[in-house]
């Protein structure tokens, strides 16, 4: 039996109903039908487009939450003194990235580790969750 979530709880503390395990990509969301970790189907149907966050829960139509879980993705961690500057390549590459104060995540991609290197990165590959910044550009997987 397929259920429907029309919203979500920004980072409910409960013990949910159940999960689902997410990529960044698959957080973006507004309409789409999604399987929990135990095999229920569920339409999420919001408004608009929202960004789930990791905790998040969805709110399903019997009043039980689904926790989202922020998946581990393969990324790359950018670092070096000069961070802003890599930053401003980065963005100037329309790439999603999750910006922190002493590193930026971005998906793997030789070419532009080798692009990042070149600028004076230091550039290492990483597994964990992705949470990109949204901005006036959508990420279509460049």
Known sequence: MMMRAASFQRGASIVPFDIVVLDAKSRHIRRKLITLQHGDEVLVDFEKPVMLQHGDC???EDGRLAKVIAAEEDLMEV???NLLQLAW???NRHLAAQI???RILIRRDHVIAHMLE???A???NVTEPFTPEHGAYHDHGH
């Open 58 to 60: 969805l709110v399903l």
């Open 79 to 81: 670092t070096g003194p």
């Open 89 to 91: 390549h980065i963005g």
């Open 100 to 102: 922190e104060l002493t």
């Open 118 to 120: 070149h600028q004076g």
């Open 122 to 124: 230091k550039v290492r």
